[in-house]
């Protein structure tokens, strides 16, 4: 599993020294990233420099190697993404400072009560009058997270804080972490019912499948608030738009297309469903799961061969999870492919342009933290009780429409992206008929 690891050198301050260290780390078949200065002395500098790296015994093989350059010592190196989750990525901050007993008296007894009494007898106002307007309950089992499969709840947690700096930093939305211990879908539905009241939306994350349909369906039939399982429609949004900006870079209309989806996990489901409701003309997509192609053929998807998908199809997607699948030989002139299993796709994008596909990309460039902010804030502004197909066709065409020349789409730390996409949102959830002006929140 690639790693980005800081060194801390000291290094003689005089001429070609840092090339010297440059070139070490090139022999040790390291990426230099950042470098940055932290002191300089008149015979000696103190730098730190951030190298992309296999694994941990490729970090330990290079702090060796530096060391025994004449003149420079490691003074330590860590792992980045350790440094980074020292401590936890979440903290609970008010939004009101407690100053003076007026705000004791405000926020607390004796005025509280009167707040409490009216939400008691007006339900729909809890969204403006406390957190729940603005807030979101992430909700795993940790049965299936990242590439890394079936670790448990509590070591998801990193991904779901992930979730929630997100959130918070994109759209201002407060994102709680829940984990839930226990892989029966009846106690997991039951335990997210049972917490639900104290959240605007459920956002579900990191549940396998087949479990995960299953649970999100049931959820949705439970609750008034939206409920989503991001892995599956979030992603599947992103996946979307970045296929119609492919499709708009090479000529090809993406309505008219055979799209090929490889792979019917929970990722590749959602793209897949969500690409035939959109509109296009067919989807043949391929998985080796009778359970999983008997669920596609449902929603009206056509089950094929890998070899079927390939020859027929003028998109490729692939989620299948399986590094190298695609041969070279498979690829036809002029498709659009993109490969999203990561870290290492179905097909490098290089080795796909050479055989002739017209546009190539792996997972990279699709991230569905594209996707799932936008959304949620859009459903929340609008009050909606749901996230339907047109909320998620909004939001997939909105991040399109922001894609520039030669990108594949939008810059996902761009919080305008995010805001475009929730009002795009919210404005199909009004014209689609979810949305409930008593719920939509006025905090955001």
């Known amino acids: 599993m690639a790693m980005d690891c800081t060194y801390r050198l000291r290094i003689p301050h005089t001429s070609g020294q840092l090339a010297k260290v440059a070139t070490r780390i090139a022999e040790h078949g390291g990426l230099i990233g950042d470098v940055k200065t932290i002191s300089v002395a008149r015979h000696e500098a103190l730098r730190e420099i951030t190298v992309e790296l296999r694994d941990k015994d490729h970090a330990q093989a290079l702090a060796t190697g530096l060391g025994e350059l004449p003149g420079v010592s490691v003074a330590w190196f860590h792992d980045r993404a350790f440094l980074a989750h020292d401590g936890g990525k979440l903290e609970i901050v008010g939004r009101r400072k407690i100053e003076t ?21 007006f339900p729909q ?23 890394l499969g079936d670790i448990g709840p509590l070591a998801s947690m990193p991904v779901m804080e992930g979730k929630a700096l997100f ?27 049972r917490i639900a009241q104290g959240f605007g939306g459920i956002h579900l994350e990191d549940i396998s499948a087949p479990e995960c349909f299953e649970i999100e369906r049931r959820l949705i039939d439970a609750l ?10 979030g992603t599947a949004v992103v996946t979307f738009a970045a296929a ?12 008219e297309a055979v799209v090929g989806q490889i792979g019917l996990g929970a990722a590749g489901y959602g793209i897949a469903s969500l690409i035939h409701d959109a509109g296009v003309r067919r989807v043949i997509a391929s998985d080796p799961n009778p359970r999983a192609q008997e669920q596609a053929r449902a929603r009206g998807i056509e089950i094929g061969t890998l070899e079927e998908v390939m020859a027929q199809a003028d998109v490729v997607v692939a989620t299948s999870g399986r590094p190298g699948l695609i ?14 299993t990561n870290p290492v796709p179905e097909i490098e994008p290089d080795a796909a342009l050479a055989a002739g596909a017209a546009f190539a990309a792996d997972g990279t460039s699709v991230n569905n933290v594209l996707g799932y902010p936008g959304i949620f804030r859009g459903a929340l502004l609008a009050g909606a009780t749901a996230i339907n197909l047109d909320m998620k066709r909004a939001a997939a065409w909105a991040l399109a429409g ?41 905090q955001l």
């Open 101 to 121: 007993n007026q705000d004791v008296r405000d926020v607390y007894t004796p005025g509280v009560a009167r707040v409490c009494t009216a939400i008691a007898e």
């Open 125 to 147: 106002i809890a969204g403006r009058f406390t957190s729940i307007g603005r807030s979101v309950a992430i909700c795993t089992n940790g049965t299936r997270v990242l590439g």
């Open 167 to 193: 959130y918070a930093q994109l759209v201002g939305i407060s994102a709680m972490p829940i984990l839930i211990d226990t892989k029966d879908v009846d106690e997991f539905v039951e335990t997210v019912v």
């Open 224 to 233: 008034p608030q939206p409920v989503m399982h991001d892995d599956v429609h």
């Open 244 to 255: 119609i900006a492919a499709c708009r870079q090479v000529g090809i209309r993406l309505d």
């Open 327 to 340: 041969a070279p030989a498979l690829v036809r002139p002029d498709q659009v492919i993109l490969a999203l």
């Open 402 to 442: 922001l894609t520039v020349e030669s990108e594949l789409v939008p810059d996902v730390l761009d919080a305008h992206v995010h805001d475009t996409v929730a009002q795009a949102v919210r404005q199909a959830a009004v014209d689609s008929g979810v949305a409930d002006p008593a719920r939509a929140s006025q």
